[in-house]
């Protein structure tokens, strides 16, 4: 085992258990060196890169709070995310120079900083600091964590914080206790991980491959034909996805799907954001009935699953509950019967808090039971307790005084074949308030242009009742998408909206 490949990246660079097990309790080392105690923040700032799990791993058994930032965002908000984490020590590549060199004078909270892969002023040489160390496991180890932040998908990300189940290093955690139950995770297992490791699940379900001695393959970027090369040339046993990397590889033509031999493949998770009913359907039929789907968060206050089989019956659910249980409630806080769309809430899930946001916490649990809490998305169960999504909360189109939810026109548009994606917002309208607008992403620029918008209308207008339709559409180059597939809607809405005191007209 110590021979055995931890982690192979996709350009080819492998790290054993054996350096990844040295390497962790280098860090481990380095971090009481630098005088952090257990408890304290280290913020990693980093790409997917070979040396990412060391520094998790390292934090982890030292009992240290590891934040991983975004590099996608921007100097700001990594700024805000370092400071109000409280982290004292941080740590980036040379890759991430630039925003590097603007954080030295926007984090002052930071007592030390290093570099991977080089060094700019102010950051010391993460690898010299590191050989200093002893490879050989600290005395007093427990169990630290990660205190990730969202998305911000609608609005400033919030850090999310849980205690640790346990200070035993060696106790697993729920997500790998759920990869073992549900997922067949053990160490004959080969992972393909498509998305960035700075994310909730991408790192988590990585983590948790390790745990149990599998190997984590991990993509530096995500291109839909390398992703199916992997697959092949690794022998891969389990991935995890979001729905656009599933539309990406649909939309390839037939003869590249078909050049791949993906029979390897045992088990393939995707959540993240809600998958469109046809585009689940069309992998199934393409993989056989392997597809997991899941909903939760990275407050992690309840998880819900279902896997092909019982997908294939209550076509469009994301599953019913396996930790929590799900209570749908209206506005008031009053529960509603089965079919009813209305706020989903988590009973008896684990608890968590918003970090440095005690309104933003307040906000997320239910006005009455306090101990419920939400997500912020809207959805119904059924008789048998499956759940389907409608949208998020804050994602509501008011037309009117009338209710719509874009994911469903969302959902509808990007299974045309002269779309490559699609946002659906509301923007201002004088006489009720919004009206709906697509905004698409085409699969040839070239068709962009009244015409094509007039046929995405009538395309609605054949599907759905005439008042979810949009009444115009908008394209663009790219949607601004996180690697992870969630959509960044406010930064649609904020062009739109711009010049209006608030969202009301």
């Not at 941080?90 to 930071?110: E, F, I, K, N």
């Not at 409608?390 to 209710?403: E, F, H, M």
């Not at 719509?404 to 004088?430: F, M, Q, R, S, W």
């Not at 949009?470 to 960044?488: A, C, N």
């Amino acid at each position: 085992m110590p021979d055995k490949p931890a982690v192979i990246m996709a350009s080819g660079v492998t790290v054993t258990y054996r350096e990844l097990d040295e390497r962790s309790n280098q860090v481990a080392r380095l971090l009481r060196d630098k005088g952090l105690v257990p408890g304290d923040r280290v913020a990693i700032h980093l790409e997917n890169h070979p040396r990412f799990f060391e520094l998790c791993w390292g934090a982890q058994r030292s009992g240290m709070i590891y934040v991983c930032i975004s590099t996608r965002l921007s100097t700001a908000d990594a700024a805000y995310i370092v400071e109000d984490s409280g982290a004292r020590l941080l740590v980036t590549s040379y890759a991430q120079r630039d925003v590097a060199r603007a954080l030295l004078h926007q984090t002052p909270g930071v007592r030390a900083r290093l570099m991977i892969d080089g060094s700019v002023e102010g950051y010391a040489s993460y690898e010299r600091d590191l050989s200093s160390q002893s490879t050989t496991r600290i005395e007093e180890e427990t169990t630290g964590c990660d205190m990730l932040y969202s998305s911000g998908t609608t609005g400033r990300p919030k850090g999310v914080f849980a205690q640790p189940r346990d200070s035993n290093i060696e106790a697993p955690t729920l997500v790998t206790e759920l990869c073992r139950a549900l997922y067949q995770y053990d160490a004959s297992m080969r992972y393909l991980s498509p998305a960035p490791l700075y994310h909730a699940a991408p790192l988590r379900f990585s983590l948790s491959t390790q745990a149990v001695g599998g190997t984590a393959v991990v993509m530096e970027h995500f291109d839909a034909e390398r992703f199916l090369q992997l697959v092949e040339s690794y022998r891969i046993t389990h991935t995890q996805l979001v729905p656009t990397m599933f539309s990406r590889m649909l939309k390839l033509p037939a003869s590249v799907r078909e050049r791949y031999d993906v029979s390897s493949l045992r088990i393939a998770i995707h959540a993240a954001a809600p998958c469109p009913v046809q585009v689940k359907q069309r992998m199934i039929e393409w993989w056989g009935p392997i597809l997991w789907e899941y909903y939760s968060g990275t407050e992690a206050n309840g998880f819900v699953s279902v896997n092909s089989t019982d997908w294939l019956e209550h076509k469009g659910t994301v599953g019913r509950a396996l930790v929590g249980q799900l209570r749908i409630c209206d506005p008031s806080g009053e529960l509603l019967p089965p079919g009813k769309p209305g706020i989903i809430y988590f009973a008896d899930g684990r608890p968590f808090r918003y970090h440095n946001d005690p309104v933003k916490t307040a906000q997320a649990c239910h006005p009455i039971h306090k101990t419920w809490t939400t997500l912020g998305d809207i959805g119904h169960v059924d008789e048998d307790g499956y759940l389907f999504l409608t949208d998020r909360l804050a994602n509501v189109v008011i037309s009117g005084g009338v209710n719509i939810y874009p994911l469903e026109v969302e959902n509808l548009l990007v299974t045309h074949p002269k779309v490559l994606d699609v946002a659906v917002i509301g923007v201002p309208n004088e006489d009720f308030g919004e009206e709906v607008k697509a905004v698409v992403q085409p699969m040839n620029a070239d068709e962009a242009g009244p015409a094509l918008a007039e046929e995405l209308i009538a395309f609605c207008r054949a599907n759905l009742a005439a008042i979810k339709c949009p009444r115009s559409v908008d394209f663009v180059l790219e949607l601004p998408r996180l690697p992870t597939g969630k959509l960044l809607k406010r930064i649609l809405r904020d062009r739109y909206w711009k010049g209006h005191p608030t969202k009301l007209v």
